[in-house]
């Protein structure tokens, strides 16, 4: 785990993140999504998972991202009137979720000696006797050996998805 | 300042996945709702990747990649619905699309 890749991904990604949930104007929502997930994927390169931190710059801040710019502005979405934080009195219970569902995952993960005194470097490596390293091969190993079911049922929800989106978009005639 | 362990991860994930279900609670406009779900996606995903380096297997990089690709398929359905709803309603406001609220 490198701690300079922790804090500074980390920083990004929750900033962007913050930042995108709350900016009035949508196409500056995107933007900040798309820093917050290039974070993300410093986040993953300094856990050596050079696969994952590789897709996440291609699917996420290039295609998703791409798709999304797309229908803002196909939709002429014109952020006329709109507060900045749209509902007032949901503010108070956004808040409250939000803070309570991180205070707890936040508490279990300090209470948790397996993850703090054990979760450094050191220790991982003597119990585990490696760090992963998640290069290309080696997910592809694990992905069509014993995980080829899944992988071939992701194959058919791409494809119903491909289908619904036409239906759904297409002009009736 | 002490290394960087598992917990750091796990607290981080913690934290995106309240940011993003902050911005899916209070916003209305139907696309910053789904960037909220994007992002809560995105902090599985990133507590996935700590666990598969906790547990020194690949794993959760495997799940992360599957994850990955339902998020691009419920991002482009979610946004044609989108797009019909702006068809029929003139505005992707969720506040506009209450017929079955009851």
């Given amino acids: 785990m490198d701690d300079a890749s922790f804090w500074l991904g980390g920083l990004t990604a929750v900033t962007g993140g913050l930042m995108a949930v709350t900016r009035r104007n949508a196409v500056a929502s995107v933007m900040w999504l798309v820093g917050a997930f290039l974070g993300m994927s410093v986040l993953f390169l300094g856990m050596d998972a050079g696969f994952i931190g590789v897709i996440q710059v291609l699917v996420y801040a290039g295609a998703i991202m791409v798709l999304f710019l797309f229908v803002i502005m196909l939709l002429k979405l014109t952020p006329a009137g709109l507060a900045r934080v749209d509902r007032p009195k949901m503010t108070i219970a956004g808040i409250l979720a939000a803070g309570a569902l991180t205070a707890i995952l936040c508490a279990v993960a300090v209470a948790s000696p397996a993850w703090t005194r054990d979760g450094t470097d050191a220790a991982i490596r003597a119990r585990t006797g490696t760090l992963v390293q998640g290069r290309t091969a080696a997910v592809a190993d694990r992905l069509f050996s014993d995980h080829l079911l899944p992988f071939e049922i992701t194959s058919v929800l791409l494809l119903a998805a491909i289908v619904g989106s036409v239906a759904l978009t297409k002009r009736k005639v | ?102």
């Fill in chain 2, 1 to 102: 300042m002490p290394p960087v362990t598992t917990a750091h991860y796990v607290m981080l994930s913690a934290i995106l996945m309240g940011v993003g279900l902050f911005g899916v609670v209070t916003r209305k406009n139907a696309v910053i709702v789904l960037m909220g779900l994007e992002l809560m996606l995105n902090a599985a995903n990133l507590a996935f990747v700590a666990f598969a380096r906790h547990h020194g297997n690949l794993q959760g990089h495997v799940f992360t990649f599957i994850v990955i690709a339902v998020a691009a398929a419920e991002a482009a359905v979610a946004l044609s619905i989108m797009i019909a709803l702006y068809r029929l309603k003139g505005s992707i406001t969720l506040d506009d699309a209450q017929e079955l609220k009851g």
